[in-house]
C-alpha cells in the first residue's frame, strides 16, 4: 500500500487536537453543519403516479376514485349478482362477488362495467364492497362485508330505486334493489343468493 510522501502520520492526540484549534481550517467536530434528517411525510408523488393509467399511445387517464382501507371482497357465502334488464329482458347477470370494487362508466381502458349510453360519464359510479364493524349492546364487535354505491359526481347522475343519489356519498345497497345510471333505461338489479 502507497502513500503520498507527506511524512508520518500525526498522532491520534495531535489530529485531536487540531480539531478542536479554532485557528485550523477544518470544521471543529461540533460546529458541524446539521444533516437533514429523513421525512417520511406522504409527498404525493405515489399517488399522483397511481393516479393515472398509461394508455399505449402514450396518453394517460386520470382515475377518479381509489378504494378505501375498508375495502374487502365479499365472503365466499355471500354470492352477490348484479341483472341487468331491458324492460323485462335480462341482459346480463355480472357475478359482484368476485372482486372488491366494481366501476362502472363509458372509459373501456379502466372500468370493470361499461356502460355505453350517452348519458353515462366515463368514470361515472363504483360499487364498492366494504367491512363494516359496529359493536352491539354487550360490547362485541361485529363485522360484515355489505355493497355500497357511490356516484364520482357523474354528469346525469345515479339513482338507486328511482330516487336521485347525492354524489361522493356510500349508500349502502340491500338485496333487491335497483340501480339506474344517466338516462339509460337499463335497471341494474342487485340480488344475494339465497342461502342453500
Known amino acids: 500500500m502507497t502513500r503520498n510522501n507527506r511524512g508520518p502520520l500525526p498522532s491520534q492526540t495531535a489530529s485531536f487536537q487540531q480539531n478542536l484549534d479554532p485557528s485550523n481550517a477544518l470544521v471543529p467536530a461540533g460546529d458541524a453543519p446539521e444533516r437533514q434528517k429523513p421525512n ?44 341487468v334488464f331491458k324492460g323485462s329482458d335480462i341482459l346480463e347477470t355480472i357475478e359482484l362477488s368476485t372482486r372488491s370494487c366494481w366501476l362502472i362508466g363509458r372509459e373501456l381502458a379502466v372500468v370493470d362495467m361499461p356502460a355505453e349510453h350517452p348519458s353515462i360519464s366515463k368514470q361515472h359510479a363504483v360499487i364498492q364492497f366494504r367491512f363494516i364493524e359496529k359493536t352491539n349492546e354487550f360490547g362485541d364487535r361485529l363485522g360484515r362485508v355489505k355493497p355500497y354505491l357511490i356516484d364520482l359526481e357523474s354528469a346525469n347522475g345515479t339513482s338507486l330505486n328511482k330516487e336521485e343519489m347525492p354524489p361522493s356519498r356510500y349508500l349502502e345497497l340491500r338485496n333487491k334493489d335497483m340501480v339506474q345510471f344517466g338516462h ?7 340480488m344475494l343468493s339465497p342461502k342453500g
Open 184 to 190: 339509460s333505461t337499463r335497471e341494474y338489479v342487485l
Open 40 to 83: 417520511f411525510a406522504p409527498s404525493g408523488l405515489l399517488a399522483a403516479e397511481s393516479n393515472s393509467i398509461a394508455q399505449p399511445d402514450g396518453t394517460s387517464i386520470a382515475l377518479k376514485y381509489h378504494e378505501p382501507a375498508e375495502a374487502r371482497k365479499p365472503p365466499a357465502k355471500d354470492e352477490w349478482k348484479l341483472f
